[in-house]
């Protein structure tokens, strides 16, 4: 049998250091399209969009507590004033024991994980678990103070209100301009102290062809969920690691929470027909991509592999 191998010059049409880059840019942008695909279906959550803090605040001697429960918990829950976004922590302290409190504070998904009956009742009830925000044990004996201090002398499970707080429509009170919201959420507008855009970490359906950040929740349904009052808490008081991190030392100014509370409002009722469009789009730019590629690797190996083959048909002749 006689194998042929051909020419230097045959070998060196056979292999292409431009096709190799080729197939490797080829392989990239393959991977980019699945990860926007991941992100685009990854964030969406059924039911609740967005991952409310069930949080008890802190409290010391010093008033540490006051102001801890002001900026980590003012956004879902009243101490006597009613249910918000979460429980009404009116009494909770005699409705529960002073350990399972603590447990729940401090680590509340490993409480919830665990099958608890009361951690697994309150996420029925409300739709979303507690996250974990990074409370210390002694911190969350201090939680549970401020609670007693601030509840009612006798409180009971009969007797804690249980309103529920209605969201106020934005055309009714705030004159917020969702155009402009929308604009600060993406980014064309750039917030006034520094921060990073809300498209950075979230998502809302429609907001662009391949979506938003999928670091933290879709806010399609934020306004529906949460209301103008708890959104405008959380945007001021930034209660999640997060944002805190982030917002911290680059709080937002009252106009852009204005603005971007009328954007979400706006959102809340548009929120499926926008996402079917994306699903849409982001379809077609799939295909259009896949086409790209082809047509790309077919243009630069045209001639791939025709040394070898033409060698192989001139030994096979002889």
């Known amino acids: 049998m006689r194998i042929v191998t051909g020419d230097k010059r045959e070998r060196a049409r056979a292999f292409r ?12 942008l393959v991977l980019i399209l699945g990860v926007a695909f991941l992100g685009s279906t ?11 803090p069930v949080f008890f605040g802190t409290y010391s001697q010093n008033g540490n507590g006051g102001t801890i429960f002001e900026q980590k918990c003012r956004a879902c829950h009243t101490i006597g004033g009613g249910r918000l976004v979460g429980p009404d922590l009116d009494g909770v302290a005699g409705r529960r024991d002073k350990d399972w409190i603590i447990g729940f504070i401090v680590t509340p998904d490993q409480v919830i994980a665990s099958g608890d009956p009361a951690a697994t009742q309150l996420l029925k009830e409300y739709g979303t678990p507690m996250p974990n925000l990074g409370v210390s044990e002694h ?16 409180a009971s499970p009969a007797e804690v209100k249980t309103t529920k707080v209605q969201p106020v429509l934005i055309s009714e009170g705030t004159g917020g301009d969702a155009a402009r919201g929308r ?18 970490c979230h998502n809302i359906d429609g907001i ?6 999928a670091v933290a929740k879709n806010l ?30 680059r709080p937002l100014e009252d106009g852009e929470v204005t603005q971007l509370i009328a954007f979400f409002g706006e ?40 040394g070898v083959r033409q060698t192989l048909v001139k030994g096979g002749s002889k």
């Open 139 to 154: 911190e969350a004996e201090d939680v549970l103070a401020y609670i007693k201090a601030e509840s009612s002398d006798q």
């Open 220 to 249: 399609t349904a934020s306004y529906s969920n949460l209301g103008e009052s708890g959104l405008k808490a959380i945007l001021e008081t930034t209660p999640f690691p997060l944002m805190e991190a982030i917002y911290g030392p």
């Open 267 to 306: 959102s809340a009722g548009a929120g499926q027909e926008a996402s079917d469009q994306s699903a849409i789009i982001f379809l077609g730019i799939g295909i259009a991509g896949l086409l790209v590629i082809v047509i790309l690797l077919q243009t630069i190996w045209r001639g791939r592999l025709s």
């Open 183 to 200: 604009d600060i959420f993406t980014g064309s507008v750039s917030l006034k102290n520094g921060g990073a855009a809300c498209i950075s």
């Open 208 to 213: 662009a062809a391949l979506g938003g950040g």
């Open 42 to 52: 990854g964030n969406r959550v059924s039911g609740a969009t967005l991952q409310s």
């Open 17 to 28: 250091p431009g096709a190799v880059w080729a197939g490797l840019v080829s392989t990239v």
